[in-house]
């Protein structure tokens, strides 16, 4: 079945560090790919999505791209920010058929902490 | 624009009850889908509901179900409750089932003692 394997954590870094979160996926498909952010005792916000390959994805400074060859969406950003502390989630979702609004399939998740 | 509500925020229960939680969606929202948080599963698709339809469900026991409302909101129940089933449980809205984004509540925390 479909899978997300992300990069284990915990990560933890500087302010203003570079920030790679890997993440790749096994579909049968073409599936369309996303990053969720998680606060402390929040649900799940949307980060960024991409939905075909070389498609890339940004918000807030975040970065991913969507790397058919590689099966891959790793999530980037520049200089991170201690408001960054959260948990990171890659997901991806099968292409609608049927009318059905499908699953979205979870990494385990990332947990990142940012340090002043 | 309000978000998704979910309600109660925290729930204990004692091991073989039932329990309810219920989801509101964002408003003009008619598709909710519900997850399972944990630590060691991590998050994991229950089912998903469109204009008062089961359209999807995940790989749950028949003790857990759901139902959802002519208004778009979405009950779920387990019944027998077992100490596993402690968890962060979410709700998912969105527009329609041909839609991508999901937007999520942020869940209710139930603890089964």
């Known amino acids: 079945g479909d899978s997300v394997t992300q990069m284990e954590g915990p990560v933890t870094l500087s302010e203003e560090a570079f920030l790679t979160i890997n993440c790749t996926y096994t579909a049968t498909g073409y599936p369309s790919l996303f990053w969720y952010v998680q606060y402390p005792g929040e649900g799940l916000q949307l980060l960024l999505k991409?939905?075909?390959?070389?498609d890339k994805g940004s918000n807030k400074g975040f970065e991913a791209t969507y790397r058919k060859e590689t099966t891959s969406f790793h999530l980037e950003k520049g200089s991170v920010q201690v408001s960054d502390s959260a948990v990171y989630f890659c997901?991806?979702?099968?292409?609608?058929?049927?009318?059905?609004?499908?699953?979205?399939?979870f990494g385990k998740g990332t947990l990142l902490t940012v340090n002043p | 624009k309000a978000g998704v509500t979910q309600t109660p925020r925290y729930l204990i229960k004692t091991r073989g009850q039932q329990v309810t939680l219920s989801c509101s969606p964002i408003?003009?929202?008619?598709?909710v889908s519900w997850y399972q948080q944990t630590p060691g599963q991590g998050l994991q698709f229950l089912f998903e509901y469109f204009s008062e339809t089961q359209r999807n469900k995940g790989n749950f026991p028949g003790r857990f179900s759901g139902r959802q409302f002519s208004n778009s909101r979405s009950e779920m129940n387990v019944s027998t409750l077992e100490l596993g089933d402690s968890a962060l449980y979410l709700c998912?809205?969105?527009?329609?089932?041909?839609?991508?984004?999901?937007?999520f509540g942020p869940g209710t925390r139930l603890t089964v003692t």
């Open positions: 997901a991806l979702r099968m292409p609608n058929s049927g009318g059905s609004n499908y699953k979205l399939t």
């Open positions: 998912a809205s969105s527009l329609g089932p041909t839609t991508y984004e999901q937007y």
């Open positions: 408003s003009g929202h008619r598709s």
């Open positions: 991409a939905t075909k390959a070389d």
